[in-house]
């Protein structure tokens, strides 16, 4: 069974950094292409980041990019999602994603804080 588990989320202050995780199982994750995406209340849900199954190329929304940073670590079948000075707008669930052959996690809360 395909499983992807968000972890790290939380409450954080404006400006302050986060690291989110998504740790795969059921697969083969270092074969896989994988992404962020998040979904502010309200709004439909956005893409965030994307990064290759060898983790290169990666690639950013315009509003995150410079301060936010996705990697990966095929050793640990684990996804990142570094934040930094994060802003209000960054408020939002944030899923894990693996685009092909579909697959989400079932999220995680950051909540920023002025």
């Known amino acids: 069974e395909v499983q992807l588990v968000e972890s790290g989320g939380g409450s954080v202050q404006l400006g302050g950094s986060l690291r989110l995780a998504c740790t795969a199982s059921g697969f083969a994750f270092e074969t896989y292409g994988m992404s962020w995406h998040r979904q502010a209340p309200g709004k439909e849900r956005e893409f965030v980041a994307t990064?290759?199954?060898?983790?290169?190329?990666?690639d950013y929304s315009d509003s995150v990019q410079g301060r936010f940073t996705i990697s990966r670590d095929n050793a640990k079948n684990t996804l990142y999602l570094q934040m930094n000075n994060v802003q209000l707008e960054d408020t939002a669930v944030y899923y894990c994603?693996?685009?092909?052959?579909?697959?989400w996690g079932q999220g995680t809360q950051v909540t920023v804080s002025p």
């Open positions: 994603y693996r685009p092909y052959h579909p697959a």
């Open positions: 990064i290759r199954a060898d983790g290169t190329t990666p």
